[in-house]
């Protein structure tokens, strides 16, 4: 069963910057779409960017602009580039795949434990 673990959350003030990051453990020769979802307290779980096996990129309104996803297919590894943080922005991050060609895990959508952002006013 793939793994999948997220890095790179944090605290920071509003306005500041981080990168999560999001790799998928073994299945190497495996070709996923990755994507980032967020869940803040009280609210469900919305999404937040994602990036296909062919390099196309879609984002939620609320972060065109100030998020930027970007993959590196020989590690397995998408990344998450937010800047302009506000404090609406606050949330456990998580991550989620999907097989799509290769020597592949059953195809399903497998979902990282999360990282946490707080962003600070």
């Known amino acids: 069963r793939v793994r999948v673990v997220e890095s790179g959350g944090g605290s920071v003030q509003a306005g500041g910057s981080l990168r999560l990051s999001c790799a998928a453990s073994?299945?190497?020769?495996?070709?996923?779409?990755m994507s980032w979802f967020r869940q803040a307290p009280g609210k469900e779980r919305e999404f937040v960017s994602g990036?296909?096996?062919?390099?196309?990129?879609s984002s939620a309104d609320s972060v065109k602009g100030r998020f930027t996803i970007s993959q590196d297919n020989a590690k397995n590894t998408v990344y998450l580039q937010m800047s302009s943080l506000k404090p609406e922005d606050t949330a456990m991050y998580y991550c989620r795949i999907l097989p799509v060609r290769g020597s592949c895990p059953i195809r399903q959508y497998y979902w990282g434990q999360g990282t946490q952002v707080t962003v600070s006013s």
């Open positions: 073994e299945y190497t020769s495996c070709e996923f779409d």
């Open positions: 990036i296909e096996t062919d390099g196309s990129t």
